[in-house]
């Protein structure tokens, strides 16, 4: 019984010992693990800053050896600037003793001429003097009567070309075609009431609308006379709302000119956001659009004026972006070129510095301005856009189509080239074509050869050039024919 006692303690005990060895030999197990990794990452940091090493050291090498190639180099260019500094330095004493045997024989050669001349380089010099004051004053003369006679020429040029602007300004050589609106009737009797009991009507007409209304014996139709092509736009319009509604008495004059007036500028800002649009360009001022747009009842030489500044404004974008300059400020300044013309007669100025100062009073900047300004040669071109704009409205108006002249003046300018081409000697007929844009000169090729049929080419387009006033160009033909005749017995 004490024995069976003893060995269930016994085995208690055991039980109990069992785990605490367990957990030593987990922790040695863990301890050696950890040891074997600690060894790993050991071996693994010792080689690693082995090969760092080895780069650092190839580093190294390699810049030693840029450096070492960098230092022969430098000594090489240094020897070369050496040797360049003593070839210098050899050419500068060189240089010198030329200078030095120079001067001694300028110095002999001077005593050899004075000895020949029996003058003294003083006297030589004082005679010299003399001859060239005496040969300036000669010249001097001469420039002085050209530059008068260029100062008449142009003087007198620029006077019919001031005269010529105020006249177009004013629109009094076009009064019968622009200064001018006809309104139909629809029957003789719509005269009677448009004149109104004791002319009332057509008095209380011409005074609310500032336009003279002409009644004549053209069956069914008047005519309105106005400078003013807003005013009299505005007046067509009264008289064919009038003549429309049948009912024509003072008060409904004045009520009818009010919506028409407000009419027009409708259509005038339209016409000027129109032109915009076309062109591409925005931000422009609301005041300076309505300004613009008043242009499209506006004309010169018969071509119309917002028509022929949206033309320019294309063609300066064109050439613009050829140019690779912006074409934004460029198509800007072309379109607004003309704007002076929109105002009174009343303005003092050309049309070009009203224009400018227009324009700069409603923010355009000053790019915009100069173009504006010198688009006529009144102020040098300073910028690519003067320039660009002065070419646009040269394309612009001098197109085949473009303007309009009156017969008359056409059939003189026509007679004067041929007057012009046939002053030449040697000259069997002469033909002005493609209307007075191109002029042939027949010549007799037993009179005329061919380098005098060139020179004849180039004195007639210089005379054309000097007296007559055209626009585009004119092109000057010479033609001279061989002819061989034999006659077969």
């Known amino acids: 019984m004490r024995i069976a006692v003893s060995a269930g303690s016994a085995t208690s005990s055991l039980v109990a010992v069992l785990p605490a060895v367990a957990v030593v030999a987990v922790v040695a197990v863990a301890v050696r693990l950890t040891v074997g990794r600690l060894r790993h990452v050991r071996r693994r940091d010792a080689a690693e800053t082995e090969r760092t090493r080895q780069r650092a050291e190839q580093q190294a090498t390699r810049l030693r050896a840029e450096l ?36 001694a024989l300028v110095r002999r050669r001077a005593e050899e001429l004075e000895r020949t001349a029996g003058l003294s380089a003083d006297q030589a010099r004082a005679e010299l003097v003399r001859e060239a004051a005496s040969e300036a004053r000669r010249e001097a003369a001469v420039t002085v009567r050209e530059i008068e006679r260029e100062a008449r020429d142009e003087g007198e040029q620029r006077a019919r070309g001031i005269v ?102 409708r259509r005038c800002v339209r016409a000027g956001e ?48 050829e140019l690779g300059v912006d074409p934004e400020p460029v198509r800007r300044a072309a379109l607004l070129h003309d704007i002076g013309k929109a105002l009174s007669h009343e303005v003092e100025g050309s049309h070009a510095a009203v224009g400018a100062d227009l324009a700069r009073r409603h923010g355009e900047s000053a790019d915009v301005v100069h173009a504006i300004a010198a688009h006529h040669g009144e102020v040098d071109p300073r910028t690519v856009e003067a320039v660009l704009t002065q070419a646009a409205d040269a394309c612009s108006g001098g197109r085949p189509g473009a303007r309009k002249e009156s017969s008359e003046t056409y059939v003189r300018r026509l007679e004067r080239l041929e007057e ?70």
């Not at 180099?73 to 360049?84: A, F, G, I, S, V």
């Not at 500068?92 to 200078?99: K, T, V, W, Y």
């Not at 004013?170 to 139909?184: C, D, N």
């Not at 081409?421 to 037993?446: F, I, K, S, T």
């Open 68 to 103: 070492d190639r960098r230092e022969e180099r430098l000594t090489e260019e240094l020897d070369r600037l050496r040797t360049r500094e003593g070839e210098l330095a050899e050419r500068s004493a060189a240089l010198e003793r030329a200078r030095g045997e120079a001067a």
């Open 274 to 321: 129109d032109a915009l649009l076309a062109v591409r360009i925005g931000g422009m001022h609301p005041d300076l659009v309505r300004t613009l747009g008043t242009l499209r009842y506006r004309a010169s030489y018969g071509q119309n004026v917002l028509g022929h500044l949206v033309e320019s404004a294309h063609l300066a974008g064109l050439m613009a972006a």
């Open 164 to 265: 010529a602007g105020a006249i177009q300004r004013l629109a009094a050589e076009q009064t019968a075609e622009t200064a001018v609106s006809a309104v139909r009737l629809p029957n003789e009797e719509m005269k009677g009431r448009v004149i109104g009991r004791e002319g009332r009507n057509i008095r209380t007409f011409e005074a609310v609308t500032g336009v003279n209304l002409i009644i004549d014996d053209t069956p069914a139709v008047v005519q309105l006379s106005c400078f003013d092509p807003v005013r009299r736009e505005a007046a067509r319009l009264t008289l064919e709302h009038l003549v429309e509604d049948g009912r024509i008495h003072p008060l409904r004059i004045e009520h009818v000119h009010e919506r028409s007036r407000e009419e027009v500028e």
């Open 420 to 489: 012009i081409a046939r002053a030449h000697d040697g000259v069997a007929a002469v033909y002005a074509m493609q209307a007075g844009r191109e002029v042939r000169v027949m010549v007799r090729p037993e009179v005329v050869d061919d380098l005098r049929a060139q020179v004849i080419a180039r004195e007639v387009a210089r005379k054309v050039s000097e007296e007559l006033t055209y626009p585009g160009q004119i092109r000057v033909t010479v033609v001279r024919e061989s002819r061989v005749t034999e006659v077969a017995r």
